[in-house]
């Protein structure tokens, strides 16, 4: 079902705001910056160096001075007159330093090429909407380069018979989703709603598994497109509002999940989870919950069919991997002290952490996976293949709590080793999850998350704008990638580098899970006032610092105090706390996690 877009309220008080800065000797766009609510990142300029056309003249693209620009307080429109049939192109050189600027289009081709309309979405400054008026685009490039920390989108025109080409930008506020009850909560997150999904642009060697080609939902724009982290993306995607010009970010939800399983499964049915990582358990649930969201979100069951049968490969991979018979499913990596040693990684998107055997996010994500396909399997009225799906989560369900839940603490541990260690840091995002997808009782889960908030409280964090730690209890060397992983403790106890990377930071992202198991359990308030103090932060831009790619000066991650503790500096799931503006309602939570419930 395609969705009707809404145009924005021009009533609402935040007026967008469009900055262009035009060079004084001829034409030319030297700064261009916008904020669509009218704050003052509406100064900064997104560009690295001047917006330039150029004309194909002997066998080259030359500038050309030609053409004429006309701008107003909310749009742009780039024009220029001449000869048919002329070869143009424009080329928008993105800073992706300041902030990486994703292309959003209504098609994206097999051949890399995108069509426009499309959306230009700057996270933190808001959304553009770029239009073809006069016809004339004949290709889109969307290319960038990870070293040298660059994004083009490269425009190229071909003049029509009447020899005019143009190209209009102009700002975009979205509208609520139908169900939305709190609009003024809404306005304060429309600008950025759309930060978690950034699609890459082609950079990096092909025949180099790192690399990307362009269109994949991944951590930013010049960086890895990431399997563990699609459903993070597709489920944002999932709750979006409808776009202008019908452009849907449940296409590229799509576009990515083929790229997943069509050229990155082995034959044994794993998924790859980046370059040439395997053997993590998430990389095989997060594609399954995605092809649910897109299917949920479209109708597309002809879709569906063609893809079924990899699907069902992919998930049957992880019914082998319960080696015990337990119901759990086990890693391959054993999870015991001091075995994480690099080049390996971990089976989850926790991979500088020691996870492994029975990992409680990684069988969390599971349980959800199952329980998407078995709906699908549904919708095919493949009662077999349903049954067989649903039967699985069941047993998942039934030992997940009494496997994890460690005594002592009164909530659920991180994994536990092959050994029959319990590790346990206190982690909120594995609470967190289990809570939301009902593998505890609300009773029970409201008891674990006020032991969480008391250990919060007990080792003296207060930051609740920044979100919270991923773990209260800091991770010792042993159990932390060796010899020189991001984070990795010098001293025993880990104390040292406790609050860096995955040593015990915080991640906004993650705060997530843990926010919405207080509105499962019906702690609202608590979670709001968490929610807000994280939206206070975000209004001012402050969970990103543009592309960095290098420990500890990004801001993905912080310490406790607010310092930089990443490397991304821009990574994409760190902004999907916003979905909690609609989460905290019921109404979206049966919406998203209908699966859960049958």
């Not at 008080?13 to 060079?23: E, K």
């Not at 499309?118 to 239009?131: E, K, M, N, R, V």
């Not at 071909?158 to 169900?179: I, K």
């Amino acid at each position: 079902m395609t969705k009707k877009y809404v145009p924005m309220d021009t009533s609402m008080p935040h007026v967008p705001c469009l900055h262009v800065q035009i060079a004084s000797a001829g034409p030319g766009v030297t700064e261009l910056g916008w904020d669509t609510e009218g704050g003052a990142l509406a100064t900064r300029n997104l560009l690295r160096a001047p917006l330039r056309l150029e004309r194909w003249d002997e066998n080259a693209w030359r500038g050309d001075p030609a053409w004429s620009i006309t701008q107003s307080p909310t749009s742009l429109a780039l024009s220029w007159t001449g000869a048919p049939e002329t070869k143009l192109r424009l080329v928008f050189p993105f800073n992706p330093r300041v902030t990486p600027t994703a292309v959003l289009p209504r098609v994206w081709r097999e051949d890399g090429t995108l069509e426009l309309p499309a959306i230009i979405h700057a996270p933190d400054h808001g959304p553009l909407l770029l239009t073809d008026p006069d016809g004339a685009c004949h290709q889109v490039l969307f290319t960038g380069s990870r070293g040298q920390c660059t994004a083009d989108l490269s425009i190229e025109l071909r003049a029509p018979p009447s020899g005019r080409c143009s190209l209009q930008l102009s700002t975009v506020q979205l509208p609520p989703p139908a169900g939305c009850d709190d609009l003024a909560l809404w306005q304060r997150v429309r600008r950025d709603w759309l930060n978690p999904l950034q699609p890459s642009s082609r950079w990096g060697d092909p025949a180099d598994p790192k690399s990307s080609p362009a269109g994949m939902l991944a951590n930013n724009i010049i960086s890895d497109p990431a399997s563990c982290s699609l459903w993070l993306y597709a489920d944002q995607a999932f709750l979006s509002p409808a776009l202008p010009q019908e452009i849907s970010v449940m296409m590229l939800v799509r576009r990515t999940v083929e790229y997943w399983i069509d050229h990155k499964t082995r034959p044994n049915g794993e998924v790859i989870c980046y370059w040439n990582y395997g053997d993590f358990l998430d990389a095989n649930a997060s594609p399954l919950i995605a092809a649910w969201d897109y299917v949920e979100a479209t109708g597309d069951v002809d879709w569906l069919r063609t893809r079924i049968d990899k699907l069902e490969c992919i998930a049957e991979f992880l019914a082998r991997r319960d080696v015990d018979g337990d119901g759990m499913v086990e890693a391959v990596q054993s999870g015991n002290r001091g075995t994480l040693k690099h080049p390996y990684r971990s089976c989850a998107w926790f991979d500088a952490l020691n996870c492994g055997h029975k990992d409680g996010y990684c069988n969390a994500v599971i349980y959800r996976a199952w329980r998407c396909l078995a709906d699908l399997e549904a919708k095919l009225q493949r009662d077999t293949q349903q049954h067989r799906f649903a039967a699985l989560a069941n047993r998942l369900k039934a030992v997940y709590a009494q496997t994890l839940l460690n005594s002592a603490t009164g909530w659920l541990g991180n994994w536990k080793s092959a050994d029959g260690e319990l590790h346990d840091y206190a982690p909120t995002y594995v609470n967190g999850l289990a809570i939301e997808y009902g593998l505890v009782d609300p009773v029970q889960g409201r008891e674990i998350l006020g032991r969480l908030r008391k250990k919060m409280t007990d080792v003296g964090f207060t930051r609740f704008d920044l979100g919270v730690p991923l773990h209260l209890i800091p991770v010792p060397a042993y159990d932390y990638l060796q010899p020189d992983g991001f984070g990795i403790a010098k001293l025993p106890d880990g104390s040292d580098t406790f609050g860096y990377y995955m040593n015990g930071s915080v991640f906004a992202g993650r705060t997530t899970e843990f926010l919405a198991a207080h509105y499962v359990v019906g702690e609202s308030q608590i979670a709001d006032r968490i929610l807000l103090a994280m939206l206070d932060r975000q209004d001012h831009g402050l969970f990103q610092n543009g592309v960095q790619d290098k420990y500890p000066t990004a801001l993905d991650f912080t310490t406790w105090d607010g310092k930089p503790a990443g490397y991304e500096g821009y990574l994409a799931e760190n902004h999907r706390f916003l979905s909690l503006v609609l989460l905290r309602q019921e109404a979206f939570r049966q919406k998203l996690y209908r699966p859960l419930h049958l």
